[in-house]
């Protein structure tokens, strides 16, 4: 007689977004008790790479933002059922609309060139064997493209374009990541193309993604029974059976106690992490370039090591040199170098998006968020973030990498070039600035082969399932907060029964009026 599913124990490895979602599903959509989900995750919170910490003395802290767009069916979603953290007569999904409404983005200075806004910021520069390239590619069936990477495709002139300048910084690619990545987020996000230029169609959250998300998740979970434990690393998970039949029997924590699960119970693995092994450093201090796997990778490393079908973690996260970059968050006590940006940029603080400087030899961008961008943030405060892309390289204004640079020192470049004086460097003499190493941050772009990413339920699996950023979910994209809660779902589904499978990916590259718009943009037309 099979164990009815309420009596069930649900144990779900990782605290991320995922975790999370998986147990919003379980509960909402297959009625389990609270009680009966445990959640395990290593670090100190919950929220996986959807972060927002710190405070106005030492500095707040972002590592970096996921991008959302009205097609994120499997997120909104999830989030139409958890009331905001502001109004809990609405949901999360009903106030990021209506902050969109209030606060529509649309940027006037998407690229800044020689200290001012560039004159040819709604120019792809694309020639015509680029587009030529762009469009072979999105027809060009993704079985036959193999290992390949962006570069082998695209001609040299290719990357001097304004497109991959704006596109490369958006979506964090690098020439040597994986030609199927960039094919499935050209054809993904095709839609988006008429507001590329200004980064018209994406949406905001009010405050950062853990104030705004993770923080109301947490709290509707707990409302309804479920303990989280935090500080909890699942170290080894035993997995006896077969090939074609195996199942998971013990949890063993890095503590040394052992969970055991029966096989009945269902278990939800998150492998991987792309913010694992983050370092900070300070405004005098540059982040440790000292690299470790953390937590998240060495479980995937043990399973795949012994069970097949459960991936190849190597090909994401051994090069940490080509998944790597930093970003950096400012704390600032005065409004100054805000209303300098409302100025420079002609957007009204929240509304422009990503700023980047075309010739930094960092490929440095910064972002001014609408604030407050912390619930609780001190007034008279203000935060705003950044990110180098080719960290590796040396800055124009301080000779050595941003991979080497304090946060002070980053500074120093972005005042340079923006061309301050020196009075107005003076408006970071007290800025708190953070900046931040992530090692694995843009892994799962890395190039892979079939088989590198397991299957949501692996072969023979009996009671358990893979989510999160490096299982194969055919179509949908990596580095957005839907790959994750969509890899919940059809883990929660799989295992349950009861949660419906989610909504095919959006399709709009199959809809004529989008492929003409888009078109009409690469022709700069």
């Given at each position: ?408 020192e980053i500074i120093s470049e972005l005042c340079g070039h923006l061309r301050l004086s020196v009075q107005q460097m003076q408006w970071f003499d007290t800025a708190r600035v953070i900046p931040c190493r992530m090692p694995f941050i843009t892994s799962q772009f890395m190039p892979r082969s079939p088989g590198d990413r397991p299957d949501i339920r692996p072969a023979g ?65």
């Amino acid at each position: 007689m099979q164990t009815a599913v309420s009596q069930q124990d649900h144990h779900i490895i990782g605290g991320g977004i995922a975790g999370l979602a998986t147990a919003v599903f379980l509960m909402r959509d297959a009625g389990i008790p609270g009680e009966r989900i445990h959640i395990y995750e290593q670090s100190g919170a919950v929220g996986g790479s959807l972060d927002g910490s710190g405070d106005a003395g030492t500095g707040y802290l972002i590592r970096g933002g996921r991008m959302f767009e009205e097609h994120f069916a499997c997120t909104f979603d999830l989030l139409s059922s958890i009331p905001s953290a502001d109004d809990p007569t609405i949901s999360v999904t009903d106030d990021i609309l209506a902050f969109n409404r209030m606060v529509p983005g649309s940027s006037n200075c998407r690229l800044v060139k020689d200290g001012k806004p560039a004159d040819d910021r709604y120019d792809l520069t694309l020639g015509a064997h680029d587009i030529l390239d762009i469009n072979r590619l999105i027809l060009h069936p993704e079985s036959s493209l193999g290992d390949r990477t962006i570069e082998d495709w695209f001609r040299p002139s290719f990357f001097e374009s304004n497109f991959w300048l704006m596109w490369s910084t958006m979506f964090s690619f690098q020439p040597w990541h994986a030609l199927i990545e960039m094919r499935r987020y050209l054809r993904r996000f095709i839609h988006l193309f008429p507001g590329f230029t200004r980064i018209a169609g994406i949406l905001r959250t009010r405050y950062n993604q853990y104030d705004s998300l993770i923080a109301p998740v947490v709290t509707w979970l707990r409302d309804r029974g479920l303990k989280i434990e935090t500080l909890a690393q699942i170290a080894d998970v035993t997995i006896e059976g077969t090939r074609q039949d195996r199942f998971v029997t013990n949890l063993i924590l890095a503590d040394g106690r052992n969970v055991a699960v029966g096989t009945e119970d269902r278990v939800y693995l998150t492998l991987g992490s792309m913010t694992d092994g983050s370092v900070i450093g300070s405004n005098q201090q540059a982040p440790s370039l000292q690299d470790h796997e953390g937590g998240a990778w060495a479980l995937w490393q043990k399973l795949a090591a012994r069970h097949e079908g459960l991936g190849r973690p190597g090909a994401f996260c051994s090069d940490t040199g080509k998944t790597a970059w930093h970003s950096f968050t400012v704390t600032l006590d005065s409004p100054d170098f805000f209303e300098f940006m409302e100025d420079f940029t002609n957007n009204r603080t929240g509304t422009g998006g990503l700023v980047t400087f075309a010739d930094s030899g960092w490929t440095l961008s910064v972002v001014l968020f609408h604030q407050p961008h912390f619930r609780g943030q001190k007034h008279g405060t203000y935060t705003f973030w950044g990110y180098g892309l080719r960290g590796d390289r040396t800055g124009n204004f301080v000779q050595k990498p941003m991979w080497q640079a304090t946060g002070n020192e980053i500074i120093s470049e972005l005042c340079g070039h923006l061309r301050l004086s020196v009075q107005q460097m003076q408006w970071f003499d007290t800025a708190r600035v953070i900046p931040c190493r992530m090692p694995f941050i843009t892994s799962q772009f890395m190039p892979r082969s079939p088989g590198d990413r397991p299957d949501i339920r692996p072969a023979g699996s009996r009671n358990f399932a893979v989510m999160g950023q490096y299982c194969e979910l055919p179509r949908d994209c990596v580095f957005t907060v839907e790959y994750s809660i969509r890899s919940a779902r059809m883990a929660a589904a799989a295992m349950t029964g009861k949660v419906k499978a989610p909504p095919p990916v959006a399709r709009t590259d199959l809809d004529p009026k989008v492929l003409v718009r888009a078109a009409r943009v690469l022709m700069g037309a």
